[in-house]
Each structure stands twice: as C-alpha cells, then as structure tokens.
C-alpha cells in the first residue's frame, strides 16, 4: 500500500481525509496530531480513537511544546515580535514547527506521501506545502478539501454515508488554542465593524482585585514568577493560567494574508502580552538606544517571514544569531500589576540598568560635564543644520 502521512487535528477537514484517502484511494494512512500547547490527555486519547476509527492504520502524537518554544517563541520574545504592533502569532508560528514536525516524521517511517486538510483560502497551506516541499522535495503532498473544493456540507454528507456520525455541528466560534496564545474566530471577524462580544473567548472575567506579579528574566528569558524558578515553558502556561483570569489578552488583528487578502482574527494572549511588554520595559532600561532601533526593524522583519512561512529562509537563523547576542544584559525583575482586562508594567530592578544615577539623571543636576561641555557638544551637534540652512535660505 501507498505509505501517507495525514497532519491530523481531529476535526471535519481531516477526518474527512482520513476516510477518503484510506477507503477510497488506498493510502496506509498514518495521522499525526503535533502538539504545540492546548491539547490535555484526553483530549489527545480521543483525537486517536477517531483517527483509528476512521481507518488510519496508526495514530502518533508529538510533543513539541518545548521544540516551540525553543525554535520560534523564545526568539519572538527575544524581537518583541506583535505583528501589525498587535498580534503576537499565536497560531501562525505554530504551523512552522508542526509542519518540521510532521515531515520529519514521514521521512523517519519512509512515507511516499503526506497530506492535509487546508482548503485553497487561507494561509495555511502555503505554510504548510512551503516546508513540506523545502525539507522533503521527494515526496508528494496530498490535499483532497483544496483539490476538491469541498464544501462542509459534502463532507459531512460522506462520512454520514460511511458510518461516521460524530456531531459535525459548527461551533459558533473556532478556538484554536496553543502555548503562545488563542485564536478566536467568528462571524464577527468577518466583518469590518463588528467586535466579538465577551463571550466569545475562552477565558471569562474571575478577578477583579488587583495582583502585582514579578517576572524574572536572565538573557531575555523567563525564568521566575514571583520568585520561583521554572522553565521558560512552564512560566508562560503559569502566567496564562493568573492573567486569564484577569481576561486580559483580548483584541482582534487585522492583517494582509499571505495569499493577498485583508483579514480579521480575534485572539486572547495573556501571558504573551504580558511577557512580550515586560521584556521590552526591561530593554528600554538595558540596551542602548541603537541595539533597540535595529532590533525593532529585524524583530518586525522576523515576525513577518515567519507568518507568510519563511522559517527555513536562512536569513532567519541569521537574525536569531543577532536577536540571542542582543539579550547578554537583558537580565532582571520587572514588576506588573494585573487588574480586569489590562495589566500595568509599574518598574524594573536590574543590575545591568543604564540609568545610572552617577551619571546624572534626567532633567536633573549632571555629574558627569560641565555646563560648557554640554554647550560645546550641542554648538559642534548643530553644526550640519546651520550649514544647510544658510546654503538653502536663499535658493528656495
């Protein structure tokens, strides 16, 4: 039989592709679920059960929270990365790692063939075929919902017909849930005007006294909250769990699609909100003016290859080289406040903090020059203006 690999998530797409591809084309269909943060035991235990009911021949699921974090979110804390300076993405930077994910494994069962179900509308497939194709040009990728143009409807017409009745009824609103962030969807996210009501996201309103935290960072990581060592990973799902109950996180984006089109998308992203401020509060007090200004440019740079599916681009592991050597001093605690959906970044202790009171502070008596240092500086700084301004007066 003809070896597939299905990118299997357990919802109508690909469940749809499971039947198909095993009964009627004769694939040795092999699902593959990744998981990048979301998925309990149970629910990856249920996930399997319909795979195998659905006559794939076996069912793997891979864990690659840790692989996520350490291949693309620490790098998106690292470049402050919110795409449109709103959406930290959530969903799209997972797509890379589970795309490297499953091609690894279709190469490591010597698969002819991997298949998924994203339809010909989105940005997904091109994600996903772009590093299928890039790391195993050899082996065929298989889209029967984009090459069929199936509608929902005919899809769940199917498989009612071949036995499988599981409850197809569309949610009101798709969740796409991950460790760095939610994504909501809905008929509103359709529209130019409508914002989701409250309901919509995952995460209701629990708290409303306010909650100071402190969030330790050592090289641009985050290492402790409130005083408490723990894995990068570990402290992101912690802060998810405090700040969620806070609803903080809540926004809609709007962006440009990699296939040319504008789109909106409602995402909860409490703990990446949280973390991705902090950490640049703590630059601001770090890092020098100039090391800020051109990591805004490659970290805005890295965001977007990495949404429109650039991950293997080696230019990428060239601004991950700049982006790690940037965070050497980016090193110490920054205190936050949580209040009802928003948070206040109140302060930073560091040892690694520019301002330096022996230096003179801002606006205050100075140490470090005298007054006629300060008025020779600024003669000799003003100096390129005055020469365009008498050259240019009269030539107008």
Not at 123 to 143: C, G, K, W
Not at 189 to 210: I, N, V
Not at 375 to 387: Q, Y
């Amino acid at each position: 039989m003809k070896k597939l690999v299905l990118a299997y998530s357990g919802g109508l797409d690909t469940s749809y592709c499971a039947k198909y591809l095993s009964q009627d084309q004769g694939f040795e269909v092999h699902a593959v679920s990744v998981n990048t943060g979301g998925f309990s035991k149970e629910e990856i235990k249920e996930i399997e059960e319909k795979a195998l009911t659905l006559g794939a021949s076996s069912y793997t699921s891979i864990n690659a929270i840790a692989t996520f974090y350490e291949k693309v979110v620490k790098y998106l804390i690292f470049g402050n990365v919110l795409k449109n300076n709103t959406y930290p993405l959530s969903v799209s930077a997972e797509r890379i790692v589970q795309a490297i994910e499953i091609v690894n494994h279709a190469k490591k069962i010597g698969a002819q063939y991997i298949a998924h179900g994203s339809t010909g509308a989105g940005n997904d497939q091109v994600r996903f075929d772009m590093i299928f194709q890039i790391l195993a040009p050899e082996i065929e990728i298989i889209t029967p919902i984009r090459d069929k143009k199936l509608a929902r409807e005919e899809e769940i017409n199917y498989l009612q017909q071949n036995g499988i009745d599981y409850s197809w009824e569309k949610a009101k609103y798709s969740i796409n849930k991950g460790l760095w962030g939610t994504s909501v969807g809905g008929e509103e996210t359709l529209t130019s005007h409508s914002a989701l009501p409250g309901s919509a996201y995952p995460s209701q309103l629990e708290k409303e006294l306010p909650k100071e935290l402190k969030l330790t960072f050592k090289k641009g990581e985050l290492v402790a909250l409130d005083g408490e060592t723990d894995t990068p990973v570990a402290n992101i799902e912690k802060l998810s769990a405090i700040a969620s109950k806070y609803a903080i996180g809540r926004d809609i984006h709007v962006g440009d699609t990699i296939i040319g089109i504008k789109g909106r998308v409602g995402f909860e992203a409490a703990a990446p909100l949280i973390i991705i401020k902090a950490h640049h509060l703590l630059e601001k007090h770090t890092l020098s003016k100039w090391q800020q200004y051109q990591k805004e440019q490659l970290g805005n740079f890295y965001g977007m290859l990495l949404h429109e599916g650039n991950y293997l681009d080696e230019v990428m592991r060239n601004i991950e080289a700049f982006l790690a050597d940037t965070q050497k001093h980016v090193s110490g605690d920054v205190f936050v406040t949580l209040h009802p959906y928003r948070f206040e970044l109140n302060g930073i202790a560091s040892d690694h903090d520019l301002m330096n009171a022996s230096f003179g502070s801002y606006g205050e008596m100075n140490k470090g020059w005298t007054a006629d240092d300060a008025k020779g500086f600024i003669k000799i700084l003003s100096n390129s203006g005055k020469i365009a301004n008498h050259v240019n007066q009269n030539n107008d």
